[in-house]
């Protein structure tokens, strides 16, 4: 028997929804640091805490995935809104058990928007599948878009959104746009504590630049209003790396308030030396101010001469 719209809409309870898949990060190694059952009862606080965000911001919780959460939302903004937001709830989760365990949790979320069947518990469609399919894709502390769920933002919201790569989604044919969502509220990775500060101090400005000079003898400035610089192997990254050891999506670098962020989200990590110091920081999704002059390993440390390297300088002038 074959079925219009109304009639599987009336029958199967079709109806157009944004679909949020939104997964902790960092889990693995709770487990792996303080045991299964500490590690449970973080996991399980946190996840109720997130339920009940989601629950408060007009969301409907379909299912626990794990360490994650299926949620829909009637209208596109209004999920995208509360995902933007889950970084409260994060932050007070993580100051609960960061003092004993030295861990931090993000979350990953994917979001799409379209027509779904809802039966037995459960939730099935295109829209379901590619909002997971982003789920699994985005880093730590990331939202990933649909082109659907794009399309239904308003203009505000969609200024706030870079796209990236086109990805293909499995069981369905062509490649699909995906959007990433610039909550100034949030990084890309688990956000520390330096960087949390710079977006509260807007006070601060000046003439300022960032010179960066690749070891392939490249040269190239980052200006405060010219927005961020992904760094990576992909060919819709700023800055490209033809390096294996360099991620498709690495780093990125901006200017938030005044100073010069550079935050990673890659596999095999940033290595950053200041100066005259003899020990590089180590970043593994994680975030460091950059300032004076200093030198970048991108996938292996600097003094890995085969790797990738940036000398960079950061100049400012206060007006």
Known sequence: MAWNSEQAEEVFGQTGKAVVFADLTGSTKLFETQGNTIATQIVTRCTQMLDKHFTQSGGRVVKYLGDGLLVLFDESEQAVDAASHTRDVLYECNMEHIDSTNTHLGLKVGIEFGSIIEQGGDCYGDAVNIA?????????????????????????????????????????????????????????????????LLYERPELAGKQRADFDLNDGRHLQLLPEEGALIIGRSESCGLVIDDRRVSRRHARIEWVAGQCALTDFSSNGTWVKFGRDTRPVILKRDNCVLHGQGIIGLGAAPGDFSSATIVFQILSEDL
């Open 132 to 196: 997971a399919r982003l789920g699994d894709r985005a880093e730590s502390n990331e939202i990933l878009l649909g082109e659907s769920l794009y399309t239904h933002l308003p203009e505000s919201k969609r200024l706030l959104c870079t796209g990236l790569d086109r990805i293909t989604i499995k069981g369905k044919t062509g490649l699909f746009r995906v959007w990433r969502f610039d909550w100034r509220l949030t990084a890309e990775t688990t956000i520390t504590s330096p960087l949390d």
